[in-house]
């Protein structure tokens, strides 16, 4: 297989986990952001509810949102997965592409979105398989993946 068709494979790969990480994040931000301004929360947001939208939502709310270190990385490396793909340039490399849906993992798991972590667990370990087979060594190989459902 060459570059070419390995990186628009990790592209889809990385563009259906936001596809899940969307799915699972606008219930949780749904419940905090109506808990804490009402029914009316939306006007203290953008218009939709897009992976940016709800990336920046989360960030821009840190009094709803208090989260430690670790979950801000994962939601700023989630936030260079949606630039990859939105801005793809024909190369996303693989171990890119197992960091972005690592951290789309870990911070699903974080807001007990656990039906779409273990989806996004079988995208990383669809990832994880194609750049063995590949040979790809990078960091993290041989890591546990994500926790599963």
């Not at 259906?16 to 969307?22: A, M, N, V």
């Not at 270190?69 to 024909?90: L, Q």
């Not at 171990?95 to 079988?122: I, N």
């Not at 087979?133 to 960091?139: D, I, L, S």
Request: hydrophobic share 30%; proline share 3%; glycine share 8%.
């Amino acid at each position: 297989m060459d570059e070419s068709s390995a990186s628009t494979r990790c592209k889809r790969r990385v563009d259906e986990g936001l596809d899940i990480l969307r799915s699972g994040l606008i219930p949780y931000v749904e419940r905090k952001m109506s808990t804490r301004y009402g029914r009316e929360w939306r006007k203290y947001t953008s218009s939709s509810l897009d992976v940016q939208a709800l990336l920046d939502i989360l960030q821009d709310n840190r009094e709803v949102f208090r989260y430690s270190d670790r979950v801000r990385r994962y939601i700023s490396r989630v936030r260079e997965a949606r630039n990859a793909v939105a801005h793809f340039t024909g190369q996303i490399e693989e171990r890119h592409a197992r960091r972005y849906l690592d951290a789309m993992c870990k911070l699903l798991d974080t807001v007990g979105a656990s039906e779409q972590a273990g989806s996004l667990t079988r995208l990383y370990d669809e990832q994880r398989v194609a750049d063995n087979t590949r040979g790809v060594r990078g960091p993290g190989h041989g890591a546990a993946h994500p926790p599963g459902p």
